[in-house]
């Protein structure tokens, strides 16, 4: 399958800095993105969908303006956590996805994931 | 109601048993299933998709009922690294949705 890699893959930061995970696309080009966070012995949320070129999509209760994404090449997107506080912190996972079949099946492949610890 | 649901368990069987766990979704026009496989602190690993017709893969077996909205993961024969979460997604959108997950240990 394709390959998703993210940086870093953990980090711990002070309260109120700013945080930045990348996640990339490795041998194959990402027109979208997806951001998910997952705290402990809970599941994956998604949190935005990133388009290359074009404002990313929040889900509702995100805020867009804490989380900055950005999405300025078919390889990279980036995840900014502004002003971090402790509720922050948790499992960060990106995925890129491949464009759907004419089936109709659709996959997308998970970076390992990147943990943040805000203290 | 939760758009994905499944038992949290833990499931705690012996090597060798056979286990099954069920998840329910809520929207009807779902369109994609599938099977994921969550090690601690891991990323999610694609264990296998659903089909209507049920598939196969090893001891694993998928079942998809459309009428009572539920998927099924069978596992045969269990083995100590089958040991994970299992996480039932179900796509709506090109957006995956994820069940909370089913905690499986398999005991010596």
């Known amino acids: 399958g394709a390959v998703v890699s993210q940086h870093p893959s953990w980090v711990i930061c002070k309260s109120g800095t700013s945080v930045k995970i990348e996640c990339r696309s490795l041998?194959?080009?990402?027109?979208?993105m997806f951001w998910y966070r997952q705290f402990p012995k809970q599941s994956l949320m998604l949190m935005a969908t990133s388009n290359e070129g074009s404002k990313a999509t929040y889900e509702q209760g995100v805020e867009k303006d804490k989380f900055l994404i950005n999405h300025a090449s078919l390889t990279l997107s980036t995840l900014t956590v502004t002003s971090a506080h402790p509720e922050d912190s948790s499992f960060y996972i990106c995925s890129a996805g491949s464009p759907p079949s004419l089936a109709g099946s659709y996959e997308q492949y998970f970076g390992p994931g990147t943990r943040l610890t805000v203290t | 109601r939760k758009e994905v649901e499944q038992d949290p368990g833990p499931f705690n069987v012996p090597e060798g048993a056979t286990v099954a766990f069920n998840c329910t979704y809520s929207n009807s026009a779902s369109q994609s299933f599938f099977w994921y496989r969550q090690d601690c602190r891991k990323e999610p690993k694609l264990l296998m998709s659903?089909?209507?017709s049920g598939n196969e893969d090893g001891r694993f077996t998928a079942q998809l009922n459309r009428a009572s909205q539920y998927i099924s993961l069978l596992i045969r024969d269990s083995k100590l690294s089958d040991s994970a979460t299992y996480l039932c997604?179900?796509?709506?959108?090109?957006?995956?949705?994820f069940g909370t997950g089913t905690r499986l240990k398999v005991l010596a």
């Open positions: 041998d194959f080009q990402a027109t979208t």
């Open positions: 997604v179900v796509i709506g959108s090109y957006k995956y949705i």
């Open positions: 659903v089909y209507s």
